[in-house]
Structures are given as structure tokens and as C-alpha cells.
């Protein structure tokens, strides 16, 4: 499947982007809030070597700048 978004090779890297995302926006407001980040990662755990993405959003490239194509392996259903 091809996704528009944003690669990381390590999750690190992917925690370091959502949490630049939920700062800008301020979240959570408290810790009790349900919505604690404004984007979440996927893992792309078929593909070798597995990476994380965030799917693009145009609310979110601002901050995480432009996004690029790349093909996700999916199950077959």
C-alpha cells in the first residue's frame, strides 16, 4: 500500500515526531485527558527492515515538514 507521510527507521524517532505534533497542539491538557497525542505511529512490521510512519495530515506539516511516498506491506486479505 502506499502511504503519504512521514519514515522513521528507528520508533524513537517516531515518538520524538508525535510528541513535537502533541506540544504544538498542547497536548494532553492533563494527563487524564483521553487525547494524549494529536498524531500516533504505525510499524510497518511485514517490510525488512521495519520502519515506523505517521500518515500525513496537513495539520502536522508545519511541524513535521513535507511529507513523502512509500509503500507499507500489507497483509492480503
Not at 524513537?12 to 494524549?36: H, M, W
Not at 496537513?58 to 507499507?72: A, D, N, R, W
Amino acid at each position: 500500500m502506499l502511504i503519504n507521510g512521514y519514515k522513521y527507521t528507528t520508533e524513537q524517532e517516531a515518538i520524538n515526531a508525535r510528541k513535537a505534533c502533541a506540544d504544538y497542539y498542547g497536548l494532553p491538557v492533563s494527563p487524564e485527558d483521553i487525547t494524549q497525542y494529536w498524531v500516533d505511529y504505525e510499524i510497518a512490521e511485514l517490510d525488512n527492515p521495519i520502519f515506523w510512519y505517521i500518515v500525513f495530515d496537513e495539520s502536522i506539516e508545519h511541524i513535521l515538514g513535507q511529507p513523502t511516498t512509500f509503500e507499507v506491506t500489507t497483509e492480503e486479505n
